[in-house]
T-cell receptor, first 115, second 116 residues
Framework: NAGVTQTPKFQVLKTGQSMTLQCAQD?????MYWYRQDPGMGLRLIYY???????DKGEVPNGYNVSRLNKREFSLRLESAAPSQTSVYFC??????????????FGDGTRLSIL | GDSVTQMEGPVTLSEEAFLTINCTYT??????LFWYVQYPGEGLQLLLK?????DKGSNKGFEATYRKETTSFHLEKGSVQVSDSAVYFC???????????????FGQGTILTVHP
């Protein structure tokens, strides 16, 4: 019963390095999301994919890119990491985004530190 | 835009005490409301939800009622346990003609610590 799987769980980068965070779900969900969690700010949406083949910006997209590789996988890329991107990153999925009643299912997070 | 405001934390209680965590929201249309819980080192899990006015969501002894007149969705539990120690997030998805794509807007989270 894997649900949403994120890799890696922890990562330390130097400023300017690039990195891709991986996310996969096995629930046959249509929609996937990337959030960042910072102290005192809750979770903020970075990018989302309402369905396979589509991606859209969320609240804080600057400095990030995403790829919806297939229905299962949704990756987040930092092209040139900055200390302000130090955060905990969560991937989530839901069955059908246009139905706002559907809850989202979250992975365990990736803890990313940029030095 | 949509927003969610939770009571400031952290909240510290003794076991078997009554818990209330306040949550108010601002949204257009008729949002769906959620409480998520995050245990240490884990991702968020759905605790309960309510999708229309006067609905009561409940799970694991927690309850919250969707109050449209006061735009609130306060979380309550009659008797907390040490195992309830976690971070609690109130959230909404706006239901604006199906264009919201289920995007969640979160409150800032409330840390709950329960002592034996």
């Amino acid at each position: 019963n894997a649900g949403v799987t994120q890799t890696p769980k922890f990562q330390v980068l130097k400023t300017g390095q690039s990195m891709t965070l991986q996310c996969a779900q096995d629930m046959n969900h249509n929609s996937m999301y990337w959030y960042r969690q910072d102290p005192g700010m809750g979770l903020r949406l970075i990018y989302y994919s309402a369905s396979e083949g589509t991606t859209d910006k969320g609240e804080v997209p600057n400095g990030y890119n995403v790829s919806r590789l297939n229905k299962r996988e949704f990756s987040l890329r930092l092209e040139s990491a900055a200390p302000s991107q130090t955060s905990v990153y969560f991937c989530a999925s839901s069955e059908q985004a246009a139905n706002s009643n559907q809850p989202q299912h979250f992975g365990d997070g990736t803890r990313l530190s940029i030095l | 835009g949509d927003s969610v405001t939770q009571m400031e934390g952290p909240v510290t209680l003794s076991e078997e005490a009554f818990l209330t965590i306040n949550c108010t929201y601002t949204a257009t249309g008729y949002p769906s409301l959620f409480w998520y819980v995050q245990y240490p080192g884990e991702g968020l899990q759905l605790l309960l939800k309510a999708t229309k006015a006067d609905d009561k969501g409940s799970n694991k002894g927690f309850e919250a009622t969707y109050r449209k007149e006061t735009t609130s969705f306060h979380l309550e539990k009659g008797s907390v346990q040490v195992s309830d120690s976690a971070v609690y997030f109130c959230a909404l998805t706006a239901n604006a003609g199906g264009t919201s794509y289920g995007k969640l807007t979160f409150g800032q989270g409330t840390i709950l610590t329960v002592h034996p």
